[in-house]
């Protein structure tokens, strides 16, 4: 087949020499301190993975440092984890410490291996998303400057996978992760009738809502939502602008936990709700950085060695969790959606506090 601009080019072609020589023939890793990796091929040869912290959005200034760095020091292989962390590649053992002397020098963060909280991933934002309850990288920022010890060091029970959405749309990975913040709204959407006759498609504006919530109204040539209905989710606004849905009083953040993608020991896990509501306070969100150290401290206190934050919940009971934390337990956590029957508690078999 001939070349084309259709669709991504081979990964392959863009792996350092020593992964191509040993692709699928590793024979062990090992993590030789906080952000530094080590694998070891059938072969003999050695790959050493120097991990960096780095915000969400980057400026080409910076992108243009991280290259200089990798030209430097790794024949310019780098990769970025899809937590945003930076990996430098490097086949020559001789340049690790001088690497890791130059990102210390210039302020990088090197750590997020092993059991400790890796850089949080998130979602736009105010900085670019139309539908957004609250900011990304101003939270995660805050967040991420109050757990900066848990990152840069291994000395909690299991890693710790924090993650952040701006809405419950989650381009974020929050429905799986350990601690998940969570841009909530908390009010309907308000018709601008004069416009939606103008630039929306009734249609396609009533098919947007996953709960049913839109109609037609014939008699305005626009539409009326059912609040009963609601779930604030903003779709409707995605395909109808004159459907606004961001309130800055009742917009807010909601704290999700025990959530993995890991299959190891136990299944995978979703989050479950812990905190309806914090309010939107930037610039350091100080409610929401409370709220995810104190779930980080009380979980690094109680919970065994190798054991998830979901693992750790089970365990003791969800009402020992809360107890724990003293987050208060509302009506808000009974979970009596008509579509979410999978997250019940349908059974007898729970644990009392």
Known sequence: MGKTDIGPPDYKKYLPPVIQKNYGKWKYHEILKPGLLKHVGESGEELYTVRAGSPRLLSTDHIREICELADKYCDGYLRFTSRHNIEFLLSDPRKVEPLLAELKNKNYPV????????????TQGWVH???????????????????YEYFVTMKLPSQVRIALACC?????????????????????????HARVMNICEIPTTVASCPTGAI?????????????????????????????PIADPENDGISIWVGGKV????????????????????????????????????????????HERV????????????FTLTGIEFTDKH???FTMATDTFRSTTQFKWG
């Not at 626009?222 to 109808?240: F, L």
């Not at 995978?268 to 401290?297: G, H, Q, T, Y």
């Open 310 to 321: 979901g693992e750790w919940i089970n365990r003791i009971g969800w009402e020992r969790f």
């Open 168 to 192: 419950l749309n989650m381009c974020g990975a929050v429905h799986c992760s350990d601690i998940a913040i969570l841009g909530i709204h908390r009010t309907v959407p308000k018709p601008d």
């Open 215 to 243: 109609r037609p109204d014939p008699k305005t040539k626009s539409v009326v939502i059912n609040g009963d209905k609601c779930m604030y989710c903003g779709n409707c606004y995605t395909v109808c602008p004159a459907l």
């Open 129 to 147: 998303c139309h539908t957004p309850a609250t900011d990304a990288s101003g939270p995660v920022k805050a967040v991420m400057d109050e757990l």
């Open 111 to 122: 750590g997020g291996t092993g059991h400790s909280i890796t850089n949080i991933v998130h």
């Open 262 to 305: 890991s299959n190891a020991r136990t299944p995978p896990m979703f989050s479950k709700l812990v905190i309806p509501f914090l309010p939107n306070n930037p610039p350091r969100w100080p409610e929401v950085v409370s709220a995810v150290k104190n779930i980080v401290e009380v979980y690094v206190k109680h919970a065994r060695q």
């Open 334 to 336: 009974i979970d009596d």
